[in-house]
């Protein structure tokens, strides 16, 4: 299963994150905690918990803007 996660590592912002956090269970996000911050293309592989899935893979994307890349991504 595939996350997308802000600097902060914090699964309750966003609905996706957050839903994956309420049905994962608490230690979804302390693991999430304990890793720290993630960096603009970093990937992080976490444990599923209570996910009818065996991983977790945890990405922060790249800001996009239409003004700032001239429509270029």
Same mark, same amino acid.
């Given at each position: 299963? =595939?996350?997308?996660?802000?600097?902060?590592?914090?699964?309750?912002?966003?609905?996706?994150?957050?839903?994956?956090?309420?049905?994962?269970?608490? +230690?979804?996000?302390?693991?999430?905690?304990?890793?720290?911050?993630?960096? +603009?293309?970093?990937?992080? +592989?976490?444990?599923?918990? =209570?996910?009818?899935?065996?991983?977790?893979?945890?990405?922060?994307?790249?800001?996009?803007?239409?003004?700032?890349? =001239?429509?270029?991504?």
């Amino acid at each position: 299963m =595939n996350s997308v996660v802000g600097s902060d590592f914090d699964l309750s912002t966003g609905m996706l994150s957050s839903r994956l956090s309420e049905k994962a269970g608490s +230690e979804l996000q302390d693991t999430c905690k304990q890793h720290g911050t993630v960096d +603009e293309g970093e990937v992080v +592989e976490t444990d599923s918990y =209570n996910l009818p899935c065996r991983r977790i893979i945890h990405c922060h994307l790249a800001s996009y803007s239409r003004q700032s890349n =001239n429509g270029k991504v």
